[in-house]
């Protein structure tokens, strides 16, 4: 709660109880996975489903052409990808990353990504590119 005291203020039918049915019905989590998930980030309970969370998630499966293991395995390492902006973050930064590796196919970078999701966090001007 300390991390994110908002959450004290939402309904729990309306956002709460919705959020985490998602979270266990589209990643295939258990109720430990998703304590683990909502104790990293719990800002996650805030967040739109259908706004947020599901774009990215669709937008960060088909383009890096992960299962739905590989996705749930990033997610439990890095739920941060359920919020990150595409456009300003992820898009970037996967671009980056594959152009800078000499990655041919996005498979190749999905290896990338599963080992090091943290990766998505950096800033290619502040932490990537220098």
Do not use: G
């Given at each position: 709660?300390?991390k994110?005291?908002?959450i004290?203020?939402?309904n729990?039918?309306?956002k709460l109880?919705?959020?985490i049915?998602?979270?266990?019905e589209r990643l ?8 683990k ?11 739109s489903?259908s706004d947020?969370?599901e ?11 992960l299962?739905n293991s590989?996705t749930?395995?990033?997610v439990m ?30 498979s ?5 990504i599963?080992?090091?999701p943290?990766l998505l966090?950096?800033?290619i001007?502040?932490?990537?590119e220098?």
């Amino acid at each position: 709660i300390s991390k994110s005291p908002t959450i004290l203020c939402l309904n729990v039918d309306s956002k709460l109880e919705p959020n985490i049915s998602w979270l266990q019905e589209r990643l295939n989590l258990t109720d430990a996975q998703v304590s683990k998930i909502i104790w990293k980030l719990p800002q996650l309970l805030t967040y739109s489903t259908s706004d947020k969370m599901e774009p990215n998630l669709d937008w960060f499966q088909k383009v890096l052409k992960l299962s739905n293991s590989q996705t749930q395995k990033i997610v439990m390492r890095f739920p941060h990808i359920l919020y990150y902006s595409v456009e300003d973050n992820m898009k970037p930064t996967l671009t980056w990353l594959k152009r800078r590796l000499l990655l041919k196919t996005n498979s190749e970078l999905a290896t990338v990504i599963e080992k090091f999701p943290s990766l998505l966090s950096l800033s290619i001007d502040t932490n990537l590119e220098p």
